[in-house]
């Protein structure tokens, strides 16, 4: 099986056994996406790279668990409204790959990425 | 080859073309994913539920876009990480479970989702 | 004294007494501005208009110090940039009034608000 | 007048005049404030605090916007909360004075600003 929907059925087969599919409106779902990822922001505030680099090894776990609930969200809503993940991901990969051509965006910072 | 590995790779071959992973600290692509997540959440303002219903043919392609940009970074930071996110995301899930046992959890709203 | 001027100057009083002023880059400031504002939209996840409030009165100390957080953050970051912060949102709303104008703007939703 | 007054009351007229009190439910002014915070965040994000301050004074002016913005929503949530923002502010300041005494506090990073 697909990994994604592999992913995405642990997620439907946690909720379903709770019954919390009554609480999960688009917007509060989609809030819980923004408070996931700031939450891992939490982790890089106020330290350098190099700092970072010094407490992985400790945090390693936590963030992981962090950009494991971002995921646990991308897949539930992609799924509530209906969107093929992978599908989407692709077009906008080529979508990119058109906007950012190598001869142009090679080594440019620029606010290009912004606009990912 | 597996699914994850194989939008990781398609994420990794673009950046290495235009030479873009000098520009990546683990700060700024943290707040690259809460942009692209204030991005999205900015689909479901001002709008009900229903509303959004009524409004997501129009919008289908444009939000999955948006949460095709926060798996960009997700994959994108497990990798320069070392996370595996696979691994990480099914050992949540079994944090999530014990958790949030079934016998207590099911139907429950409370501020539990908020942890997950 | 002005208040605004006031409040800031119980901010700075309050850094210079501890000498954070080495800690606060523009970026770290602007995510605490970003942290404290989801953990004010937080309080109003998962809840309908008339839970909030139906759980004001236990809240409202809470509430009141998200608030205050950001205000705090909006009035030490538009020191440390040397923006005046009243003069700035009088021109904003100077700026606002011409974007929209009353006879268009009157009890009409669009996206307006966004980008107030 | 007091000055914090004399702002709400500007948001008020405006508001009025328009007729927009009717869309402002408290969950989407708190996802107004975290956009616009967000928006803030945006100038800060792939930039050095040297390169923020090469490109400030070209963009002084829309970061004070952006900071107008953000004032907006928090005078204007406080209005309709009915929170006295000024007391809250003051309230808020002593309990961080007790929360950081200045002999413990004094220099030290630690991850104590979050919690502001």
Do not use: C
């Not at 790279?49 to 646990?72: P, S």
């Not at 077009?91 to 142009?104: H, L, Q, T």
């Amino acid at each position: 099986m697909d990994e994604i929907q592999e992913l995405t059925d642990r997620i439907l087969a946690f909720r379903e056994a709770r019954d919390w599919k009554q609480f999960h409106t688009y917007k509060d779902v989609a809030i819980s996406l923004v408070l996931e990822a700031t939450e891992l922001l939490e982790h890089f505030q106020w330290k350098s790279t190099q700092e970072v680099l010094d407490h992985m090894e400790g945090q390693k776990r936590e963030i992981g668990e962090e950009l494991a609930d971002i995921l646990y969200w991308v897949l539930l809503l992609s799924h509530d409204l209906d969107i093929d993940i992978k599908t989407a991901f692709l077009a906008k990969m080529e979508k990119n790959a058109r906007k950012y051509p190598v001869e142009k965006a090679r080594g440019t910072h620029k606010k290009i990425y912004r606009t990912l």
